[in-house]
Structure formats: C-alpha cells, structure tokens
C-alpha cells in the first residue's frame, strides 16, 4: 500500500498543518468480477425501480378510477355579483355545459342551486342567503371532468369563463366522489 496525500487546505501552512493520509490498495481487481458484480447490481436496481414505479402507477389508476354507479361531482361555492340574477347564471351555465359536452364530456350534468330554506354556512344574513348558490356538476368520470377543464381553457371556454366571474364570485369548490342511491 502506497500512501496519498489530501489537499491541506486554505489555512494551512507546511509548519502548522499536519498532512492527512489515506492508503489505496495498489493490487489489481480482476475485470471479470468486477463486471459480474456490476451487472448484477444495475439488474437489482432496474428491478427495484420496476416494483416500486408499477406500485405508484397502480395507486394512481386506483384514485382516478371511478366505480360502478358512482360520478366526480364538482360543487362551487358562489355568491351574485351586483346587477346580476341567478337566471344570468343559469344562461351562461346552459352555455358551459354544451361546451363541455361538445369536447368529450357528453354525460356532464349540472344543477345552480339557490336557497329554498337554511343556509349554506349556517350564519349568513338575509341578503347574503339571497345572493348565494351553489353549482353542482357532475361527470361519469376523470377523463370526462379533465376535458370540462381543457374545454375552460379554449377561446369560447375562456369567454364563458369570463361571463361567470362578471355574473359571480366563487369563494371555494370542492372535488368529489358521488354515489346515487
């Protein structure tokens, strides 16, 4: 074994430093295991990354998969603008969900929901609940909820986005799994 020499670093001078040594061994690694060995690692690592990318992937198909009877329903929480009713809502909303259809999302639903009786948070005065609603849309699945959202971004979906937000303000919306019974 042949010693090597570290760097001493900035601070050091030959008088005050003392020179770190490490030995490395000299003799000769035979070729044949060293690729054996390497093979074999690099197939263990492929495998490992295998396993765990198929688990990953099997857990987001799990979590977009929608089963059997049930919809990706999207509830937005809203309140009117000034000048504006929820019969303007409702027009615009008509013109969302025929575009949303026309790019692949033929089995939206949607529903504007107004106050018959309570609240939605439980402490909104009078004219509060009078300008509130809600909408409720649903899609039979993610790949239909996901073209709703492409539909939003194209020219028509942005001018029909833009209506919305001058007929109302949406304070929160939710994503969920829904059953009917």
């Not at 857990?59 to 303007?88: F, K, M, P, Y």
């Not at 073209?147 to 919305?164: H, N, V, Y």
Request: glycine share 6%; aromatic share 6%.
């Amino acid at each position: 074994m042949s010693p090597i020499v570290t760097s001493r670093g900035p601070r050091c001078s030959q008088e005050r430093c003392l020179i770190k040594r490490r030995y490395v061994s000299r003799s000769r690694v035979n070729p044949a295991i060293s690729r054996s060995y390497l093979m074999r690692t690099l197939l263990v690592i492929v495998a490992l990354v295998s396993v765990v990318g198929a688990t990953g992937l099997e857990v987001a198909t799990q979590e977009t998969q929608i089963a059997e009877g049930e919809r990706i329903v999207e509830i937005w929480t809203c309140t009117l603008n000034e000048g504006h009713t929820i019969s303007d809502v409702g027009r615009i909303n008509e013109r969302w969900v025929e575009l949303v259809r026309s790019a692949g999302a033929t089995d939206t639903r949607s529903l504007v929901l107004s106050h018959l009786v309570g609240t939605i948070r439980g402490h909104e005065t009078e004219s509060d609940v009078s300008t509130s609603f809600l909408t409720l849309d649903s899609f039979p699945d993610v790949a239909s909820w996901v073209a709703s959202k492409r539909a939003e971004e194209t020219p028509e979906g942005q001018e029909i986005m833009s209506a919305f937000k001058q007929a109302n303000t949406c304070s929160a919306n939710t994503l969920y799994r829904g059953r009917q019974y």
